[in-house]
């Protein structure tokens, strides 16, 4: 039985999702969006029936949201507002993603095309992989990451929370990289990052630090 979706933030990311989801022929109730301008248009097809607010009052039990919110601190703010109503977040996979053996994924987390997720790995709550980004065995993503697309991790890398990883990073083999960091577009990190960093270049060096 497949299942029954809104959509959270009309968006570029939001036409990703609908794309992904209409690719796997689930069904896509409608958009919801915080600009109160968006409210009753449509957008990718679909209505924008509101904001939080409509959200919660149209949802039933057995539907599924997907944050498109490309922004992490925003998107676990939401997710926090709507795991206090008891509402229910789906998985987003597209079609053509390569998926190993042994890999969780957390609920809310969405995989674009042309993704590579090897075996062994655990991906939380609220993930980003974006299109043709590459994740190796044994790796450990936490809640809200976003890997953006065409970055590429090795083997055993743990990356924390909140964390972004830019367009065409690559991350080495057996890295830790700490909570709420900016990895820079196309940066090479070849050593451990502790939280609150922003570091970029080839090899990745540390640029200032991150807001809390």
């Known amino acids: 039985m ?8 009309a968006s570029g990311h939001g036409k990703v999702i609908a794309d992904i989801l209409e690719k796997r022929e689930e ?29 919660i ?10 944050l498109a919110i490309g922004e992490n601190k925003t998107r676990k703010l939401i997710a926090e507002k709507l795991n206090e109503k008891n509402i229910s977040f789906g998985i987003a996979i597209h079609p053509s993603a390569q998926i190993g053996r042994n890999v969780f994924i957390g609920e809310g987390t969405v995989i674009m095309a042309n993704v590579a997720v090897n075996s062994d790995t655990f ?3 609220h993930c980003i992989l974006n299109t043709s980004s590459s ?28 964390t972004w990883i830019g367009s065409g990073a690559s991350i080495k083999n ?18 451990d990052i502790k939280d609150n960093c922003i570091f970029v270049g080839n090899p990745a060096k540390l640029l200032k630090k991150n807001k809390n």
């Open 2 to 9: 497949k299942n029954k979706f809104f959509i959270y933030g």
């Open 27 to 55: 069904k896509i109730i409608a958009f919801v969006d915080d600009d109160k301008s968006k409210w009753n248009t449509k957008y990718f097809g679909y209505k924008i029936i509101g904001g939080l607010d409509k959200l």
């Open 57 to 66: 009052e149209l949802y039933k039990n057995g539907d599924k949201v997907i």
């Open 123 to 125: 991906i939380g709550m």
């Open 135 to 162: 994740i190796d065995h044994d790796n450990n993503i936490r809640n809200y990451v976003h890997i953006s697309p065409g970055a590429n991790l090795g083997g055993i890398v743990n990356v924390g929370e909140l």
């Open 174 to 191: 057996g890295i830790n990289i700490g909570r709420n960091n900016i990895i820079g577009a196309g940066s090479v990190v070849i050593k």
